[in-house]
């Protein structure tokens, strides 16, 4: 009598296991590693020493005068609050223009889709560091944009775009625009345009059309893209770097320069921890959306 | 657990249940189904969709295990074996030819897990993709081939390994009337030539009473009725397989009395018929009586009357639908004249002819 | 003749117009960096004219040969790393019934994905500190395998689940057994979905900035890091030249990519 068949219980674990094991210890370990940094004291030559405190979560919102007394100080909240607005910014910054390019694009023909989602996708996967140093080209005094108009006798003077709030959102848009337009178009292609024509033929006008049907069928990829821009954006470090000179810190800056130059591991970590909370709200918050839409249409 | 030697009977299945899920989610797939299926038959799992004939069929092939029951290939019990073990071969609903293979490689590739010899694979495939009319596409890629292609490609791939029981899951549902009217002469010719059992689920009944030597009818994970397709047609056993297969009009009646087993039954204006008494119904109990429309006859002399309700072209025939004096409707199903009008019109009071030997009484 | 006024449903004045600046504002970019590439001027932002002087500079530069060798061992290594263990968990998450504690498999796996870089950056600088591992190309081969491995994961799982369980099962009862079924048939089908996941991978792998930043050490400087370095000393046509090189590779590379996907969508 021949063997009942193998259990492919066994087989299934065996076949996770390399992927469980590996981000479990080099991602999962190292976070907790990051939370346990938080709560320890900072070593003046870069790293941590052992003891618990708060401090670094104090650090955050006071600073500690001659007497030891806590001051508030707003340095590092603003830095956050720049973070938090820029962050904003570059997402509706990206969801204005996004929007009705990714309607245009649901509306061709699936080949002239399949080409401008491509063009979409090019500079996505192209580096992001020589991406926003381009801008550099573009945004710096007598660089591609001030040349053309100084000659052209528009302006007589730089108009110094450059290390500016105004240049770090303009790199962040261009960072992560593609995550924008992607899930949107994701939704708007699904869209059946009979509904459209339905409301029309209902005496809807195109822009009532927009308001009651496209929009609303389309939220769910406008939730989604704004959650993909706003995550990176609010971690960026390049864009706030190279374009907003080191001047106009954000929270990606922050933290890397206390692992870096600054060295104090346990702040750099309870910021990081910060920065780990807020997103891991707003993915929750969009989790929460996405399954009560799921649960809304019954798919 | 020593079955009875048995040769003729090439798969039997014994007491089978499949459940899926379990507590409030628990759906009984199948349920207590057991058929015993004859060597060198063209058997036909007939029923609609969600009945169980497809859970039943991968069952057979191996691809879902039983929730309890035993099949039996030629007196071997395969519960317990891997498809890749069993000698069956399944012809699937939408074929599944390998794409990245072409027309041979697919055919061969049985020959070559069975670890046959290369120049025998190469003969047998040739030879099966004559039999199915298919050998000068040998080098092609599935894609390259239409659906009525691609179908004779899967059935060569099943037959050429030359299995014990070929296994076909509502093979000609892809394809379109006039090839599935052709195909089904050509499954029935080809299964004659090969002598190879055949189990074929359908939910098509004219498919089923086209080629089948016998049917299973399923509903609801229970087999309802097995028999030759006349026996189906004719002689349905219960109000499922009544109204499944073909047309059917149900009629309350009473019975009046019983002698040798045959039944006198009461309709509206008093009109009797005799038939056979199914069941266990004592007298002065109603029954339900099955009749196809279009064995009823209009005839004026009858003392069963009615009044046209409304008329049906079909091109054929017309249906009537007719009230008859205890409020029951019925429909009679009437061939036109050789000018294709109807003989009679709406509104029109007609007298009913039903044949005794016309009649079925329902067990249930 | 008067012109006839059409209204065409589902359009809106002005979508294309913004669909063209859209566009140009996500290429004007790029090009004005492969235009001045070929800048002779050595302030890089001021054209002078045309010339390829500082494609030879670069090209002859040893700083940059080694920063390129760097980038091309970590990328090559973490993937094949990365695309075998996604395409095993993705055959264990893809085939098969549903089971308990699926969706936190697939969760962790795209751990890396939601995660901020600077985050898992810091993180894993801080792991590597605690266990004493000494920062060099190992240490970033291991980061990048990690986040790595859902880019690879998802287009393998996505070809899996486009593939129809029929050709499997077709493949056992014409007698293949597990292994047969594997190299035969689920391997060569699913292969589009694993060449796309390697790809992506290592595209991911070159680009990656921040984290290489911080889990490199002395003598590890991968390309992006010695472009960075290059800008912050101030900018020069050298760094116009390397980007441009960079940026066209992985439009090469990302059109391949995109015409496998396509050929994996027809096949599939």
Redesign the interface.
């Given at each position: 009598?021949?063997?009942?068949?193998r259990n492919p219980v066994t087989r299934r674990w065996l076949a996770l296991s390399p992927a469980i094991v590996v981000v479990s210890i080099f991602m999962i370990l190292p976070m907790i590693i990051l939370l346990v940094f938080s709560f320890m004291e900072a070593d003046p030559y870069g790293g941590v020493d052992p003891g618990f405190t708060t401090e670094a979560y104090v650090q955050i919102l006071y600073e500690r005068d001659f007497d030891d007394l806590l001051i508030f100080d707003p340095v590092y909240l603003n830095i956050i609050g720049r973070s938090v607005l820029l962050a904003l910014l570059a997402t509706i910054g990206c969801l204005v223009l996004g929007l009705p390019v990714a309607y245009f694009i649901a509306r061709q023909s699936s080949r002239t889709q399949s080409l401008l989602l491509y063009l979409i996708t090019i500079p996505f996967w192209t580096n992001l560091l020589v991406r926003t140093y381009a801008w550099i080209l573009l945004l710096s005094s007598d660089g591609v944009i001030e040349q053309p108009l100084k000659f052209l006798g528009v302006i007589d003077e730089s108009l110094d775009m450059m290390y500016t709030n105004g240049a770090v959102a303009v790199g962040l848009i261009y960072s992560y625009l593609p995550l924008m337009v992607l899930p949107i178009y994701a939704s708007l292609e699904k869209l059946d345009f009979r509904l459209i024509e339905a409301a029309h033929d209902l005496y809807a006008d195109r822009f009532r059309v927009a308001r009651y049907v496209i929009f609303p069928l389309a939220a769910p990829g406008i939730v989604a893209g704004c959650i993909l821009v706003l995550v990176p954006s609010l971690g960026a470090f390049i864009a706030p770097d190279l374009l907003g000179g080191g001047k106009k810190l954000m929270l990606g800056s922050l933290i890397q320069v206390q692992f870096a130059s600054a060295r104090n591991w346990p702040f750099g970590s309870a910021v990081a921890i910060c920065l780990l909370a807020l997103v891991m709200m707003m993915l929750m918050y969009q989790a929460r959306i996405a399954s009560k839409r799921r649960r809304e249409t019954g798919d | 657990m020593n079955p009875v030697i048995n040769s003729n009977i090439a798969v039997s299945v014994r007491n089978i249940s499949k459940h899926f899920g379990g507590g409030k989610e628990l759906v009984k797939a199948l349920d207590g189904v057991s058929i015993d299926i004859s060597d060198n038959e063209f058997f036909t799992l007939l029923g609609p969709s969600g009945c169980g004939k497809t859970t039943l069929l991968r069952l057979i092939?191996?691809?879902e295990?039983s929730t309890v029951g035993e099949i039996f290939l030629y007196d071997e019990e395969i519960e317990?074996?891997?498809?890749?073990?069993r000698s069956?071969?399944?012809v699937?609903?939408?074929y599944?030819?390998?794409?990245?293979m072409t027309v041979e490689e697919n055919v061969g590739?049985?020959l070559r897990?069975?670890n046959r010899d290369p120049t025998e694979i190469k003969r047998r495939s040739m030879e099966t993709l004559e039999l199915v009319k298919m050998d000068q596409f040998a080098n092609r890629k599935p894609?390259q081939l239409s659906g009525g292609q691609q179908q004779r490609i899967a059935l060569a791939?099943?037959l050429a390994?030359e299995p014990k029981v070929l296994l076909l899951d509502e093979p000609l549902s892809a394809l379109d009337l006039k090839l599935r009217q052709a195909m089904r002469m050509e499954l029935k010719n080809l299964q004659r030539e090969t002598g190879i059992t055949f189990i074929f689920v359908t939910h098509d009944q004219e498919e089923a009473l086209t080629m089948s030597d016998r049917i299973a009818v399923m509903s609801a994970g229970k087999i309802q009725q097995v028999g030759g397709p006349m026996d189906i047609y004719e002689r349905p056993i219960n109000r499922f397989v009544a109204d499944f297969i073909g047309d059917s009009n149900f009629l309350q009646a009473k019975i009046e009395s019983v002698l040798d087993n045959q039944a006198n039954c009461l309709l509206s204006d008093n009109f009797s018929i005799c038939t056979s008494l199914v069941g266990t119904h004592p007298t002065g109990s109603t029954v339900t009586l099955a009749i196809r429309p279009e064995k009823i006859k209009l005839n004026d002399e009858s003392t069963l009357r009615g009044d046209i309700q409304e008329t049906v072209y079909l091109g054929t025939d017309t249906n009537y639908i007719i009230k008859l004096n205890d409020s029951t409707t019925i429909t009679v199903r009437d061939q036109n004249g050789v000018t294709g009008d109807a003989r009679y019109s709406k509104g029109q009071s007609v007298g009913l002819h039903i044949p005794d030997s016309s009649v079925r009484m329902l067990a249930d | 003749m008067a012109k006839k006024k059409i209204y065409k449903i589902g359009d809106y004045p002005g979508l294309t117009g913004w669909t063209v600046f859209f566009f140009a504002y996500l290429y004007m970019p790029m090009i004005v960096l492969v235009v001045y590439s070929f800048n002779e001027s050595r302030r890089a932002q001021i054209w002078k004219g045309f010339s390829l002087d500082w494609y030879v500079k670069a090209f002859s530069n040893d700083d940059i040969q080694s920063a390129a060798l760097n980038s091309l061992i970590v990328a090559v290594i973490a993937t094949v790393f990365a695309t075998v263990i996604s395409t095993l968990a993705a055959l264990a998450l893809a085939r098969g019934r549903q089971f308990r504690g699926q969706a936190a498999v697939t969760g962790l796996i795209s751990l890396p994905l939601v995660v901020p870089e600077i985050a898992t950056a810091v993180a894993t600088l801080s792991f590597f500190a605690v266990i004493g591992f000494k920062l060099g190309l190992v240490s970033i081969i291991i980061a990048h395998t990690v986040f790595c491995i859902p880019f690879a994961f998802l287009p393998i799982r996505a070809r899996l689940q486009g593939m129809?369980d029929?050709?499997e099962?077709?493949?056992?009862?014409?007698?293949?057994?597990d292994w047969?079924?594997f190299r035969?048939?689920t391997l060569?089908?699913m292969m589009p979905g694993v060449v796309a996941g390697a790809m992506l991978a290592f595209i991911i792998s070159i680009d990656d900035f921040i984290i290489t930043l911080m889990v490199s050490g002395a003598g590890s400087t991968t390309l992006p890091l010695y472009i960075y370095g290059m800008i912050r000393q101030g900018i020069t046509p050298e760094v116009n030249v390397i980007s441009t090189v960079m940026l066209v590779l992985s439009i090469i590379f990302i059109t391949v990519y995109w015409f496998v996907s396509k050929k994996a969508e027809e096949?599939?």
């Open positions: 009598m021949e063997l009942p068949r | 092939a191996g691809f295990l317990n074996l891997p498809p890749h073990k069956i071969n399944t699937f609903q939408h599944a030819l390998f794409p990245h590739f049985g897990m069975l894609v791939r099943a390994p | 129809d029929a050709y099962q077709a493949a056992s009862d014409l007698y293949a057994n047969q079924t035969y048939v060569p089908l096949t599939g």
